[in-house]
């Protein structure tokens, strides 16, 4: 987006770090809805190239070898997709078109935000498994895809059996929560960081270049 600033009338890194006034980020709504996209998709691409989509892709293969079939054999776990319905990336589909583009446009362009919040949330489906197939998850290799199999028989083998009760805090941290709190917590003052030392750094990149 830096790079990008110097050849664009927009100020995209302003528009980037929602450091403009209101008016501002108004007059140039239409620019904040490609800057929104570009960070979307370059963190797409990472998540693409990180082992993290290879563990995705193997969880959804083998609960859809456990639902298609009821069965893990190894053979039969390769042959499924490697995207799900259910997947969570389904849900993030349908609210990220109203976050990204309807949100910036809302003012200026009321009724095109209104209909593309709609037709993202109708799509939903349709733009998660494009999103899982392309991005959010990879080919697993055999050690991720065989690891994903040695859980799902485990959790095969527990069914029917009573669950232990679960203190509140316990349920949470087997949920995720707290490790994701800590994740956005950690991300949030990292870039109130960069932030507050952004000028710095351009300056020096400036008078390094001349």
């Known amino acids: 987006v830096w790079i990008l600033d110097g050849f664009v009338p927009a100020p995209l890194v302003g528009l980037l770090l929602q450091a403009l006034p209101p008016e501002q980020l108004a007059q140039w709504s239409h620019w904040q809805v490609f800057v929104n996209l570009l960070a979307f998709f370059t963190f797409l691409l990472l998540m693409r190239l990180t082992p993290l989509a290879g563990w995705h892709a193997a969880e959804h293969m083998v609960v859809s070898a456990i639902e298609q079939t009821g069965r893990l054999d190894e053979e039969i776990v390769w042959g499924m997709p490697r995207a799900h319905k259910r997947c969570g990336t389904t849900l993030l589909a349908g609210i990220l078109p109203a976050m990204l583009i309807s949100a910036p446009l809302w003012h200026r362009m009321p009724a095109l935000a209104a209909l593309v919040l709609v037709v993202g949330w109708l799509m939903r489906y349709h733009t998660g498994w494009w999103l899982q197939q392309h991005f959010t998850t990879k080919p697993p290799t055999r050690r991720q895809l065989l690891a994903a199999i040695e859980r799902g028989r485990r959790l ?13 805090a316990a349920v949470a941290w087997q949920r995720g929560f707290p490790q994701m709190a800590v994740g956005v917590l950690l991300a949030l003052w990292l870039l109130g960081r960069v932030y507050d030392n952004l000028h710095l750094w351009l300056d020096w990149a400036r008078w390094a270049g001349h």
């Open 156 to 168: 095969a083998s527990q069914r029917g059996l009573p669950r232990p009760r679960l203190s509140p």
